[in-house]
């Protein structure tokens, strides 16, 4: 697949680097599913389906900000995870300078990931299927494993192989 645009610059590799060592440092290892794996599949997903607008470059770098930052609230568990996510977006980019109202568009896209879906802006939209992108993949069934695994730790919930199969097809 070819991009229209590649957006790759200083800060984006400043943030690969911070949240991939965030996550695999910060985020509890029963957040199976919510891994540095899940987080480089959605930005993966956000960088292709962005690819198919005709985004700015500013507001695919934001795009894919929001997707690196997306769950870094795992860190303190499931519960409202998006609001912390968002908070160290901003966080990290005030640090770095970063344009206040574009900063704005970042948190929202955060924010929007939150279940149910209630995305507002294209890029909210983007973000939103990005987090799901999996489901229209071949790694459908391996990703839904981690889900299933991650629920049974963080959640003490154990599903039959038929319960599973219900609740993932309610889910869809």
């Not at 229209?4 to 200083?10: G, I, L, T």
């Not at 292709?48 to 894919?64: C, N, P, R, V, Y």
């Not at 209630?118 to 990703?143: F, M, N, V």
């Amino acid at each position: 697949l070819q991009f229209k645009m590649q957006v790759e610059n200083s800060l984006l590799l400043e943030v690969e680097a911070y949240v991939t060592n965030f996550i695999s440092e910060q985020v509890p290892k029963e957040y199976a599913y919510h891994d540095i794996q899940h987080t480089l599949s959605v930005v993966k997903d956000a960088k292709e389906i962005g690819a198919q607008f005709d985004l700015s470059e500013s507001d695919l770098e934001k795009l894919l900000l929001a997707a690196w930052f997306h769950d870094t609230g795992y860190d303190k568990g499931a519960m409202n995870h998006e609001e912390r996510s968002a908070k160290y977006a901003r966080e990290y980019l005030s640090n770095q300078g970063y344009d206040q109202d574009d900063m704005q568009k970042i948190e929202a896209c955060i924010l929007a990931t939150k279940m149910p879906h209630d995305p507002k802006s294209l890029l909210d939209r983007i973000t939103c299927d990005a987090d799901l992108g999996h489901i229209g993949q071949k790694i459908y069934w391996e990703r839904c494993s981690k889900v299933r695994q991650e629920m049974a730790l963080t959640k003490d919930l154990i599903m039959t192989d038929q319960e599973w199969v219900d609740f993932e097809l309610e889910f869809m």
